[in-house]
């Protein structure tokens, strides 16, 4: 059978966390209000030493963006689907820490590092794409945001965090807390649990464990396989990232690496 709209799907998965479909589902309610900035970050230090390295610092493999290409997609996906809103220009800078790094023979492992390349010798390569990025940025509708991506925060394994301030409340979003989000309004704030038995339709249909017992990142790439076969069954697609979503990342980085040569605001 043929799966139902655009069978080509890629793998943003974040969108699977449950806290996340809550969020999204709040939002979209409109319990949040009109959006002030929306801002945040993604944070890991594995390449933080010299000595570790992998196919993406290799611009002939991995394109001419490392950190945001890698992971800054994925946050900017993640909040334009949660907030509703797309970015529409922005300024971008790229930096490099660090200068040289022990190259990665060309095939090597996924997330090579110290142990795959060898730490005290090997031949090194000057270091072409970014360590970190910070991007500042406006919405279609006029939203200001912000966001730093960073491959060398030391202690940082795969923090993906975002708020989300409203009007009306904020949301905070932690990927290495994924069972639940912090919410505020101007008279306090609560913390949210994952719980099939409390929450959005969304939320209820993805806590497929009882409340307490902890879902990650694995879980949300388990759900994303699982919706890919409904989907192509004729069903659940809901969430589902598409094709248009991959371009849509593209066009992004694109807009990223110009801003950062041209030290200008650039329309994505």
């Known amino acids: 059978m043929q799966p139902q709209g655009d069978a080509r799907l890629l793998p943003f998965v974040c969108r699977y966390h449950p806290v996340v479909r809550e969020?999204?589902?709040?939002?979209?309610?409109?319990?949040y209000g009109r959006w002030n900035p929306l801002h945040g970050h993604y944070l890991q230090d594995w390449l933080l030493s010299p000595a570790a390295s992998n196919w993406r610092a290799d611009p002939a493999q991995g394109g001419a963006s490392r950190a945001f290409a890698d992971i800054g997609s994925h946050w900017c996906d993640?909040?334009?689907?949660?907030?509703?809103?797309?970015?529409?220009?922005?300024?971008?800078?790229?930096?490099?820490?660090?200068?040289?790094?022990v190259a990665a023979p060309r095939g090597a492992p996924d997330g090579a590092g110290p142990n795959d390349v060898g730490p005290d010798g090997g031949e090194t390569a000057a270091v072409a794409t970014e360590d970190a990025a910070t991007v500042l940025f406006r919405s279609a509708s006029g939203v200001p945001g912000s966001m730093l991506v960073s491959q060398v925060a030391a202690g940082r394994k795969n923090r993906?965090?975002?708020?989300?301030?409203?009007?009306?409340?904020?949301?905070?979003?932690?990927?290495?807390?994924?069972?639940?989000?912090?919410?505020?309004?101007?008279?306090?704030?609560?913390?949210?649990?994952?719980d099939p038995d409390s929450g959005s339709p969304g939320q209820r249909r993805l806590s497929y464990l009882p409340a307490g017992h902890p879902q990650g990142y694995g879980d949300c790439f388990a759900a994303f396989v699982a919706d890919t076969y409904a989907a192509i069954e004729g069903g659940q697609t809901d969430g589902l990232p598409?094709?248009?979503?991959?371009?849509?990342?593209?066009?992004?980085?694109?807009?990223?690496?110009?801003s950062a040569a041209a030290a200008t605001w650039t329309q994505v």
């Open 160 to 194: 993906l965090w975002f708020e989300l301030d409203g009007s009306s409340a904020s949301a905070v979003f932690d990927q290495e807390n994924p069972g639940s989000f912090w919410t505020g309004t101007a008279e306090g704030s609560r913390v949210f649990v994952r």
């Open 23 to 31: 969020i999204r589902a709040r939002a979209q309610a409109g319990e």
């Open 242 to 258: 598409t094709f248009a979503d991959g371009v849509r990342s593209a066009r992004l980085i694109e807009a990223v690496v110009r």
């Open 78 to 101: 993640l909040v334009e689907w949660v907030s509703g809103e797309r970015v529409d220009t922005l300024v971008a800078q790229l930096s490099v820490s660090v200068p040289r790094r």
